[in-house]
């Protein structure tokens, strides 16, 4: 069983598992850019939803 399949479950996985770092690292980059958004920015915004 991956450590993906183990986290989707509830179980005790690693966090430091390369496959969840990877999908973990391209999320908190979508993140860090939605969140330097101006309120101005209606059309990044809609992009990034």
């Given at each position: 069983m991956t450590q993906y399949k183990r986290m989707i479950q509830g179980l005790v996985y690693d966090p430091g598992d390369p496959g969840i770092?990877?999908?973990?690292v391209h999320l908190q980059d979508r993140l860090w850019?939605?969140?330097?958004?101006?309120?101005s920015?209606?059309?990044?915004?809609?992009n990034l939803q």
């Open positions: 770092m990877k999908e973990q850019e939605f969140n330097q958004l101006k309120p920015d209606y059309k990044k915004w809609e």
